[in-house]
């Protein structure tokens, strides 16, 4: 048996030794809870343009608890709950749900609510809103002609609107709401803004945009004018933040310019948010490239900075694992990289332990000149471990023994 045998095995008979230690006495267990309440579940049954859950493009289905719903200036969404409610949201557009109880806050835009026969709570800005039945809500912001406030309209059931220093109690009302130190103003006709065609009307007018302008980037991009390019692409990711053809254009420009950092973040957005849009234009074999490069550069930085860096705190909880040193056949110099990979998948399943990476680690190996038998020279693997700013450094080597 080798030495990592040996200590691995040693340290899972001290992990099997702990367990029994951890768990309390049967007489000191505390009674079983009562079972909770079933949280209510909210799900998407439908989206339309540009519309986010805690910030990424939205799908049908069951909704985390306490998701964030955004819709963009093309977007719309209809949420369900399990209890019969229906929560509607025009574009631009911004709503925190809330697992614990019948709550939402309104963030931005508006809502079209319909409470299911069950009380519900509209949580804005230093008020809120509780209302049985069906309410509209649209905040007047940027290029509303009104008089700015929070519009709303009681279409069935009453609503109270709770406010600093009072409440007001409407029923089959619409009202302009100004802010949360003012009462709310009841208006005699239904105002523009709660008209849905109207908001419909935007949005239509605002697809039609996008498509023009996100296809005039591409023809400028092509043809080589990459600050038209860039101009029409920033346009649309504003106006459609959700479009998926917006980073990976926006990444090509960043490859152009040799912003090899930004050129992986933007196409590795448009790989999480269409992977078979990626894969037709082999972004995966792209960004594999990339961040190889980009690793290369950030280790022969450190080297040429190593003054600078060994004078820098490690990271916290670090450990860098170096590959073996062979002392024995070169035939089994390969066993030397597979030693340090079992070592750093149990390490890895350690919390609050980061493993650095195997590629970075030998790169600054290879890149610091230390080779194969200086690493397990102490001086050298203090030194490997400042680079790398770990914490700790294993280091090691084995020999085969053929009988």
């Known amino acids: 048996m080798n030495r990592y045998q040996i200590l691995r095995s ?55 608890a306490g998701a964030l719903v955004q819709t963009g200036v093309d977007g719309q969404v209809q949420l369900r709950t399990t209890t019969g409610a229906l929560i509607a949201l025009p574009a631009g557009s911004e709503l925190r749900l809330n697992a614990a109880s019948n709550t939402v806050a309104l963030n931005a835009g508006g809502l079209r609510l319909s409470t299911g026969g069950a009380e519900w709570r509209v949580a804005l800005a230093e008020r809120s809103i509780r209302t049985r039945g ?40 619409a009202f302009r709401w100004a802010d949360a130190s003012s009462r709310p103003e009841v208006l005699a006709d239904l105002p523009a803004l709660l008209d849905d065609r109207n908001s419909q009307a935007e949005a239509t007018r605002v697809r039609t945009e996008v498509a023009a302008t996100l296809q005039a980037g591409i023809a400028a991009f092509r043809d080589g004018q990459d600050a038209a390019a860039t101009q029409g692409f920033e346009r649309v990711r504003a106006l459609a933040p959700g479009e998926t053809l917006v980073p990976y254009y926006l990444g090509l420009l960043a ?127 203090v030194r490997s471990g400042r680079l790398m700013r770990a914490e700790k450094v294993v280091v090691g080597n084995f020999e085969v023994q053929q009988p």
């Open 255 to 381: 490859l152009k310019r040799a912003d090899n950092a930004t050129a992986v973040q933007l196409l590795q957005q448009y790989a999480r948010e269409d992977p078979e849009g990626a894969a037709a234009r082999d972004v995966p074999q792209t960004l594999t490239l990339l961040s190889s490069v980009q690793l290369q550069q950030e280790v022969a930085s450190a080297v040429q900075r190593e003054a600078e860096v060994v004078g820098s705190p490690p990271e916290p909880g670090s450990i860098a694992v170096q590959a073996f040193v062979n002392k024995g056949d070169a035939n089994f110099r390969a066993m030397a990289k597979g030693l340090a990979a079992m070592i750093i998948a149990d390490l890895s399943k350690v919390p609050g332990l980061k493993v650095l990476e195997r590629e970075k680690v030998q790169l600054l190996v290879n890149e610091a000149k230390l080779g194969d038998s200086g690493l397990a020279d102490t001086a050298s693997a």
């Open 134 to 173: 069906y309410l509209k809500l649209q905040d007047c912001a940027a290029g509303c002609t009104l008089p700015k406030g929070l519009y709303g309209r009681i279409a069935q059931g009453e609503a109270v609107l709770e406010y600093q220093g009072g409440r007001s109690v409407l029923r089959t009302r």
């Open 10 to 64: 040693r340290a899972w008979q001290a992990a099997l030794l702990l367990v029994p230690l951890c768990l309390p006495p049967a007489q000191a267990q505390a009674p079983a809870p009562a079972a909770a309440a079933a949280p209510t579940e909210v799900l998407l049954v439908q989206v339309q343009g540009d519309v986010r859950i805690n910030g990424t493009p939205a799908r049908t289905g069951a909704l985390p």
